[in-house]
């Protein structure tokens, strides 16, 4: 059934509007872009939407263009409005996603459909996902570059991409060998190329666990206070740091927030959480509840999308992943002078409530629970800085037989004096009189330290 290109261009402009675009940009689509070409689609054909008829306006506009009579944004936003009018003609949405490519690999069509069956075989979830992709990718660039086909590749071809991007991909040279050994199984499972190695094996080694530090309270404290209130996001901003501080929600399940997801009457936030999949029920407290309520209130554009934080200025969509909160956290830390460390991000704010409860003495079990983990074990490196708590685990030498250097010349001590040592030679748990119990005062350097 066709459609007149008024009532098109109609559906198109109160999309917009749903969209989160400013009463201006609309404006300015309708007046410069739309009227002219109603008024083509009018004056070439009956009035109705012509999809055949926008190209071929599409076509002399890419003429005008290359005769310098028409700027490059200019046609860029033909090309635009031409395709947000087929689409709501097609199937009565506008599609608003762009579609530049912005992929640094970028194999060919056969090769992508090859990595949509190598990534449909795992259960990674998105994020990940998102990686490895851009990894295999790279893979098979690096074959089309040095014209292998499938049926070529052997396993010195594997060897050499690794090779190859080792000088370039230090820091992630575990995704790509987790790619590498996805791309050699499915070439084994389906006898697509002789490769015999099994990848598995040449996983690098783990990364050091580091130690992140934390923000304090009073860097908290100072964020907030580093907020312009004549800022168009400084609401927003708030009580994104209020609730990240005062729930310890991980970044994405902040973004993805809903406004169905507040219970205003019982103060809690009730999620699925994104990472674990695992329902959440947090307790907010009143400032925080306050903050929140300002923001919807006074400040929140009004929009279609559900999601409680959104763009501050048009169009007004759902946050973009967890680099927007990162923003928000750099930028204030930068006003209110706040030293930088290494690694410490808007996740770190996380870590601040669960050193904070830790150091209360609030029982691990419960920091689990707070913060959504499935086991105990991941709690461990947000407890790292609760230096109160872990100064008090003592080292037993029950199982560390002394022989040589410092600590073994207790041993005369302890012979000397009341305490006994066993006929194996091993050295009991001292008193905290004879050995001190917090061993972060005592430097374990050279000799002394491989001595046991």
């Known amino acids: 059934m066709q459609q007149t290109i008024e009532s098109v261009v109609d559906g198109v402009l109160k999309a917009m509007n749903a969209y989160g675009l400013t009463e201006s940009t609309i404006h300015q689509y309708y007046m410069g872009f739309c009227k002219p070409i109603m008024k ?59 579609l530049v490519n912005t992929r640094k690999y970028c194999p060919t069509n056969e090769h992508l459909q090859l990595i949509s069956l190598i990534l449909e075989e795992t259960e990674l979830q998105e994020g990940f996902k998102y990686r490895i992709h851009c990894c295999v990718r790279h893979f098979f660039c690096f074959i089309e570059d040095h014209e292998l086909e499938i049926n070529q590749l052997q396993d010195e071809d594997l060897r050499g991409f690794i090779s190859e991007v080792s ?32 990848y598995h094996c040449f996983m690098p080694k783990s990364n050091p666990v580091r130690l992140i530090a934390p923000y304090s309270q009073n860097d908290i404290n100072m964020m907030l ?26 970044g994405i399940d902040i973004v993805k927030l809903q406004l169905n997801d507040i219970d205003w009457k019982s103060c809690e936030i009730k999620i699925i959480q994104s990472k674990t999949k695992v329902p959440l029920t947090l307790p907010i407290n009143g400032t925080t509840m306050n903050a929140l309520a300002d923001y919807i209130l006074e400040e929140r554009p009004k929009c279609i999308v559900q999601n409680v ?101 207790m041993q005369a001590l302890c012979r000397s004096s009341v305490i006994n ?14 050995v001190p119990m917090n061993f972060a005062k005592i430097p374990l350097r050279g000799v002394f330290l491989h001595e046991f």
């Open 421 to 434: 040592i066993p006929a194996n030679g091993s050295l009991q748990r001292l008193s905290c009189l004879a």
């Open 40 to 98: 083509y689609l009018h004056e070439k054909g009956n009035g109705n939407h012509s999809k055949e008829l926008l190209e071929i306006y599409l076509s002399e506009a890419n003429i005008h263009l290359h005769a310098n009579q028409i700027k490059q944004h200019h046609y860029l936003t033909i090309s635009r409005t031409i395709r947000y009018l087929n689409s709501y003609a097609n199937s009565g949405e506008v599609d608003f996603t762009m």
């Open 167 to 198: 000088d370039t991909n230090k820091g992630s040279m575990d995704y790509i060998m987790y790619a590498v050994n996805l791309i050699a199984k499915y070439l084994q499972r389906n006898n697509l190329a002789n490769v015999i190695t099994d």
């Open 309 to 409: 934080f959104v763009r501050g200025c048009s169009p007004f969509v759902a946050l973009k992943g967890t680099c927007a909160l990162d923003g928000v956290v750099e930028n204030l830390c930068q006003k209110a002078e706040i030293a930088k460390k290494p690694y410490r991000s808007f996740h770190s704010i996380r870590r601040t409530l669960a050193t904070e409860l830790s150091i209360a003495e609030v029982p691990l079990t419960s920091v689990s629970q707070m913060l959504g983990h499935r086991n105990i074990d991941s709690d461990k490196p947000y407890l790292s800085f609760n230096r109160q708590q872990t100064s008090l685990c003592s080292i037993g030498f029950e199982e560390i037989p002394l022989r040589k250097g410092i600590y073994a010349g």
């Open 225 to 250: 206070q580093a907020i312009n209130p004549k800022s168009i996001t400084a609401k927003r901003d708030r009580s994104i740091i209020l609730l990240t501080f005062n729930t310890a929600l991980r």
